[in-house]
Protein backbone atom coordinates (compact mmCIF):
# COMPACT_ATOMS: atom_id res chain seq x y z
CA UNK A 1 0.00 0.00 0.00
CA UNK A 2 1.70 3.41 -0.89
CA UNK A 3 0.56 6.66 1.25
CA UNK A 4 0.68 9.78 0.47
CA UNK A 5 1.75 12.28 2.78
CA UNK A 6 1.59 16.05 2.89
CA UNK A 7 4.10 17.92 5.55
CA UNK A 8 7.19 20.25 5.75
CA UNK A 9 10.07 17.44 6.11
CA UNK A 10 13.57 17.51 7.68
CA UNK A 11 15.12 14.09 8.35
CA UNK A 12 18.59 15.02 9.58
CA UNK A 13 18.23 17.12 13.02
CA UNK A 14 20.68 16.86 15.89
CA UNK A 15 20.06 17.49 20.13
CA UNK A 16 22.11 17.73 23.41
CA UNK A 17 22.22 13.98 23.49
CA UNK A 18 24.87 14.25 20.97
CA UNK A 19 26.34 17.05 19.37
CA UNK A 20 23.47 19.72 19.12
CA UNK A 21 23.16 22.84 21.00
CA UNK A 22 19.39 22.15 22.16
CA UNK A 23 17.35 19.89 23.76
CA UNK A 24 15.24 17.64 22.48
CA UNK A 25 12.32 19.40 24.08
CA UNK A 26 13.57 22.64 22.35
CA UNK A 27 14.65 21.78 19.31
CA UNK A 28 11.12 19.93 18.48
CA UNK A 29 9.64 23.12 19.88
CA UNK A 30 11.84 25.48 16.81
CA UNK A 31 11.11 22.87 14.29
CA UNK A 32 7.65 23.61 14.63
CA UNK A 33 8.27 27.19 14.84
CA UNK A 34 10.26 26.49 11.52
CA UNK A 35 7.02 25.03 9.76
CA UNK A 36 8.14 21.39 10.02
CA UNK A 37 5.57 18.67 10.06
CA UNK A 38 7.64 16.00 10.09
CA UNK A 39 10.85 15.73 11.15
CA UNK A 40 14.09 12.78 12.17
CA UNK A 41 16.06 13.00 15.40
CA UNK A 42 19.19 11.28 14.04
CA UNK A 43 21.62 12.08 17.06
CA UNK A 44 25.88 9.90 16.71
CA UNK A 45 25.34 6.90 17.80
CA UNK A 46 22.40 7.03 20.57
CA UNK A 47 18.77 7.00 21.08
CA UNK A 48 18.49 8.96 24.16
CA UNK A 49 16.91 11.83 23.09
CA UNK A 50 14.23 10.17 21.59
CA UNK A 51 11.51 9.53 24.59
CA UNK A 52 11.65 13.42 25.58
CA UNK A 53 11.26 14.60 21.46
CA UNK A 54 8.06 12.13 21.48
CA UNK A 55 6.50 13.45 24.29
CA UNK A 56 7.17 17.10 22.94
CA UNK A 57 6.17 16.18 19.87
CA UNK A 58 3.08 14.43 21.10
CA UNK A 59 1.93 17.70 22.63
CA UNK A 60 2.80 19.70 19.45
CA UNK A 61 0.63 18.10 16.65
CA UNK A 62 4.13 17.29 14.83
CA UNK A 63 5.03 14.23 13.60
CA UNK A 64 8.54 12.65 14.94
CA UNK A 65 10.76 9.69 13.30
CA UNK A 66 12.44 7.61 15.32
CA UNK A 67 16.04 8.38 14.08
CA UNK A 68 19.31 7.74 14.28
CA UNK A 69 22.99 8.49 12.76
CA UNK A 70 25.52 5.94 13.20
CA UNK A 71 29.14 6.01 12.67
CA UNK A 72 30.79 3.14 10.65
CA UNK A 73 34.13 2.74 9.82
CA UNK A 74 35.86 2.13 6.18
CA UNK A 75 39.54 2.09 5.23
CA UNK A 76 40.26 3.90 8.59
CA UNK A 77 37.61 7.17 7.52
CA UNK A 78 34.26 7.33 9.27
CA UNK A 79 31.29 6.61 7.19
CA UNK A 80 27.45 7.45 8.65
CA UNK A 81 24.69 5.53 8.53
CA UNK A 82 21.23 7.11 9.18
CA UNK A 83 18.77 5.21 10.50
CA UNK A 84 14.62 5.78 10.07
CA UNK A 85 11.53 4.04 11.32
CA UNK A 86 13.95 2.32 14.09
CA UNK A 87 12.43 0.43 17.10
CA UNK A 88 15.21 2.36 20.03
CA UNK A 89 14.50 -0.71 22.22
CA UNK A 90 15.88 -3.07 20.15
CA UNK A 91 18.14 -5.19 21.76
CA UNK A 92 20.57 -5.74 19.12
CA UNK A 93 20.25 -1.97 18.42
CA UNK A 94 20.79 -1.30 22.50
CA UNK A 95 23.87 -3.43 22.22
CA UNK A 96 25.53 -1.98 19.33
CA UNK A 97 25.02 1.25 21.10
CA UNK A 98 26.85 0.15 24.22
CA UNK A 99 29.78 -0.69 22.54
CA UNK A 100 29.93 2.23 20.57
CA UNK A 101 29.86 4.53 23.71
CA UNK A 102 32.59 2.23 25.14
CA UNK A 103 34.95 3.28 21.90
CA UNK A 104 33.80 6.85 22.21
CA UNK A 105 35.19 6.59 25.91
CA UNK A 106 38.46 5.45 24.60
CA UNK A 107 38.35 7.86 21.68
CA UNK A 108 38.02 10.68 24.03
CA UNK A 109 40.66 9.53 26.54
CA UNK A 110 43.45 8.51 23.87
CA UNK A 111 42.87 12.69 22.38
CA UNK A 112 43.26 14.17 25.57
CA UNK A 113 46.66 11.94 26.26
CA UNK A 114 47.73 13.02 22.51
CA UNK A 115 46.91 16.91 23.10
CA UNK A 116 48.99 17.15 26.51
CA UNK A 117 51.85 15.32 25.08
CA UNK A 118 51.30 18.52 21.51
CA UNK A 119 50.95 20.67 24.48
CA UNK A 120 47.71 21.77 24.15
CA UNK A 121 45.96 20.05 27.59
CA UNK A 122 42.59 19.71 28.04
CA UNK A 123 40.16 18.41 31.10
CA UNK A 124 38.57 15.34 29.81
CA UNK A 125 36.60 14.40 32.52
CA UNK A 126 33.56 16.81 32.11
CA UNK A 127 33.38 15.22 28.44
CA UNK A 128 33.62 11.49 30.15
CA UNK A 129 30.59 13.03 32.75
CA UNK A 130 28.64 13.88 29.93
CA UNK A 131 28.80 10.20 28.59
CA UNK A 132 28.04 9.01 32.14
CA UNK A 133 24.48 11.20 31.91
CA UNK A 134 24.02 9.38 28.63
CA UNK A 135 25.38 12.05 25.96
CA UNK A 136 26.99 10.46 22.70
CA UNK A 137 30.24 12.61 22.86
CA UNK A 138 33.38 12.70 20.81
CA UNK A 139 35.62 15.47 18.68
CA UNK A 140 32.78 18.15 18.36
CA UNK A 141 33.37 18.14 22.64
CA UNK A 142 36.93 17.69 22.55
CA UNK A 143 37.04 20.60 20.03
CA UNK A 144 34.56 22.59 22.17
CA UNK A 145 37.22 21.76 25.41
CA UNK A 146 40.78 22.92 23.15
CA UNK A 147 38.47 26.57 22.55
CA UNK A 148 37.54 26.56 26.26
CA UNK A 149 41.51 26.44 27.27
CA UNK A 150 42.38 29.26 24.69
CA UNK A 151 44.29 26.79 22.68
CA UNK A 152 41.91 27.72 19.55
CA UNK A 153 40.35 30.77 18.27
CA UNK A 154 37.21 28.31 16.68
CA UNK A 155 35.87 25.06 16.61
CA UNK A 156 37.08 24.64 13.08
CA UNK A 157 40.66 25.60 14.11
CA UNK A 158 40.62 23.14 16.40
CA UNK A 159 39.36 20.30 13.71
CA UNK A 160 41.80 21.99 11.22
CA UNK A 161 45.21 21.86 13.74
CA UNK A 162 44.22 18.64 15.73
CA UNK A 163 41.34 16.33 15.51
CA UNK A 164 40.79 15.76 11.55
CA UNK A 165 41.83 12.23 9.97
CA UNK A 166 45.10 12.69 9.69
CA UNK A 167 45.81 15.54 12.50
CA UNK A 168 48.47 14.85 15.19
CA UNK A 169 45.65 14.09 18.06
CA UNK A 170 42.90 12.26 15.69
CA UNK A 171 42.44 8.92 17.04
CA UNK A 172 40.76 6.28 14.52
CA UNK A 173 37.69 4.59 15.46
CA UNK A 174 37.19 0.51 15.91
CA UNK A 175 33.76 0.53 14.47
CA UNK A 176 31.65 -1.86 12.36
CA UNK A 177 32.01 -1.63 8.67
CA UNK A 178 29.01 0.27 6.95
CA UNK A 179 27.66 -2.81 5.98
CA UNK A 180 27.82 -4.33 9.28
CA UNK A 181 25.91 -1.04 10.45
CA UNK A 182 23.23 -1.53 7.92
CA UNK A 183 22.13 -4.70 8.90
CA UNK A 184 21.75 -3.57 12.74
CA UNK A 185 19.36 -0.84 11.26
CA UNK A 186 17.67 -3.51 9.56
CA UNK A 187 17.64 -5.49 12.48
CA UNK A 188 15.91 -2.44 14.74
CA UNK A 189 12.99 -2.72 12.07
CA UNK A 190 14.61 0.50 10.12
CA UNK A 191 15.74 1.74 6.57
CA UNK A 192 19.29 2.64 6.39
CA UNK A 193 20.44 5.44 4.20
CA UNK A 194 24.16 7.07 3.65
CA UNK A 195 24.49 10.58 5.27
CA UNK A 196 25.78 13.09 3.17
CA UNK A 197 27.30 11.22 0.30
CA UNK A 198 28.67 14.72 -1.31
CA UNK A 199 31.07 15.54 1.82
CA UNK A 200 31.99 11.88 2.01
CA UNK A 201 33.16 12.23 -1.29
CA UNK A 202 33.79 8.13 -1.11
CA UNK A 203 31.71 7.15 -4.50
CA UNK A 204 33.14 3.77 -4.53
CA UNK A 205 31.37 2.59 -1.56
CA UNK A 206 27.73 3.40 -2.75
CA UNK A 207 27.17 0.42 -4.94
CA UNK A 208 28.53 -2.12 -2.55
CA UNK A 209 26.51 -1.43 0.26
CA UNK A 210 23.56 -1.03 -1.88
CA UNK A 211 24.17 -4.37 -2.95
CA UNK A 212 24.68 -4.95 0.87
CA UNK A 213 21.08 -3.77 1.49
CA UNK A 214 21.72 -0.30 1.99
CA UNK A 215 17.66 1.43 1.30
CA UNK A 216 18.84 5.06 0.74
CA UNK A 217 20.82 7.78 -0.25
CA UNK A 218 20.54 11.26 1.40
CA UNK A 219 20.59 13.22 -1.60
CA UNK A 220 19.02 16.68 -0.33
CA UNK A 221 21.69 18.16 2.87
CA UNK A 222 22.15 21.99 3.34
CA UNK A 223 25.83 21.14 2.05
CA UNK A 224 24.87 19.60 -1.14
CA UNK A 225 24.75 22.21 -4.37
CA UNK A 226 22.41 21.77 -7.03
CA UNK A 227 24.74 19.71 -9.04
CA UNK A 228 25.82 17.42 -6.39
CA UNK A 229 22.02 15.95 -5.52
CA UNK A 230 21.52 15.78 -8.95
CA UNK A 231 24.52 13.57 -9.30
CA UNK A 232 23.35 11.54 -5.96
CA UNK A 233 19.92 11.67 -7.45
CA UNK A 234 20.34 10.13 -10.46
CA UNK A 235 22.81 7.28 -8.43
CA UNK A 236 19.93 6.58 -6.46
CA UNK A 237 17.84 5.86 -9.29
CA UNK A 238 20.26 3.99 -11.11
CA UNK A 239 20.82 1.63 -8.20
CA UNK A 240 17.32 1.43 -7.20
CA UNK A 241 17.84 3.48 -3.95
CA UNK A 242 15.74 5.39 -1.96
CA UNK A 243 15.52 9.43 -1.47
CA UNK A 244 16.37 11.06 2.01
CA UNK A 245 17.33 14.70 3.22
CA UNK A 246 17.23 16.90 5.77
CA UNK A 247 18.88 20.27 7.11
CA UNK A 248 22.02 18.76 8.76
CA UNK A 249 20.85 20.92 11.83
CA UNK A 250 23.20 21.16 15.18
CA UNK A 251 21.67 24.45 16.34
CA UNK A 252 22.29 28.26 17.14
CA UNK A 253 25.56 28.10 15.85
CA UNK A 254 27.15 26.92 12.94
CA UNK A 255 26.74 27.94 9.05
CA UNK A 256 23.34 25.52 8.63
CA UNK A 257 21.85 27.81 11.67
CA UNK A 258 19.76 29.41 9.11
CA UNK A 259 18.41 26.11 7.26
CA UNK A 260 15.85 25.03 9.78
CA UNK A 261 12.99 24.91 7.94
CA UNK A 262 13.71 26.14 4.46
CA UNK A 263 15.80 23.34 3.50
CA UNK A 264 13.85 19.85 3.42
CA UNK A 265 12.97 16.69 1.86
CA UNK A 266 10.14 16.93 -0.75
CA UNK A 267 6.98 15.31 0.17
CA UNK A 268 7.20 12.54 -2.68
CA UNK A 269 10.93 11.13 -1.62
CA UNK A 270 9.51 10.72 1.93
CA UNK A 271 6.31 9.38 0.52
CA UNK A 272 8.45 6.77 -1.27
CA UNK A 273 10.43 6.27 2.11
CA UNK A 274 7.77 5.91 4.73
CA UNK A 275 6.05 3.40 1.98
CA UNK A 276 8.59 1.15 2.50
CA UNK A 277 8.98 1.21 5.82
CA UNK A 278 8.25 -2.11 8.22
CA UNK A 279 5.45 0.18 9.69
CA UNK A 280 3.54 0.79 5.80
CA UNK A 281 3.57 -3.11 5.21
Do not use: W
Request: glycine share 10%.
Amino acid sequence: MRLVVLGVIDLHLHTTASDGTLTPSDLVSRARAAGLSIFSITDHDTTAGLAEAAAAARACGVELIDGIEISAVEEGRDVHVLGYFIDPGAPALRAFLERQRDDRLRRVREMGQRLAALGAPIDVEPILADAARGRSVGRPQVASALLARGHVATRDEAFDRFLEFGGPAFVSRCGASASEVVAIVHEAGGLASLAHPGLLRRDHLIAPLAEAGLDALEVRHSDHDAETESKYRAMALALGLLVTGGSDFHGDHGHRVCRLGTFTLPVEDYDRLRSSSRSAR
